[in-house]
């Protein structure tokens, strides 16, 4: 799983229909995300329950399609619930859910799968800040 | 605290040091490096801190 390339109307993007890496044009910190991204993926919260996560977020914040409705386990039910309360209002999460996700997941998992959330949300927003609008994309 | 953290640590991120330092590695060129000057990035921190109600 790699960071999604994408076409910006940033107007320092390259000319052309290509979309580009929008993280090359940081001039600092471009690696940094690539190398946190891949251990994100890389850790110890399988692919399918972050990818749940990433696709729920990507829905509420651009506006992405709506995930799939394939047949979830009350572990990936738990941890898509914490990525929405996250997203929505991170105080809004609860006592009682923080017990809850413990049901599921060991202090390890957890704070892998709240890095994982908070890069998942703000890449989310920086799609939906700087991605060309889809009818302006070829 | 609603998650303890491993014995000697300070927080929940202490279980996991390695991911837990490409972040801070990540944050940590985001401020000290980049095209951006300071006093936007601190605007843009206390902004957002406040819309998220975060005490740091």
Known sequence: MTVDAFATWLPVAPAGDEPVDVFDLLTAGGDELRTLWDMVWTADVDHRTLELCRTRIATMVAGAPTPSSDAVTDAQRAAVAFAEQFVLDPHGCTDEQMLGLQDHYTPEQLATLTIAIAVFDALARVHAVLAQPEEDVQ | ?56
């Open chain 2, 1 to 56: 605290m609603r998650i303890q953290p491993p014995p000697g640590g300070q927080s929940v991120f202490d279980h996991q040091p390695a991911l837990f330092e490409a972040f801070n590695r990540l944050y940590g060129t985001l401020w000290t490096l980049g095209a951006l000057e300071q006093p936007v990035k601190e605007t843009a921190r206390i902004r957002n801190a406040r819309v998220v109600d975060c005490g740091l």
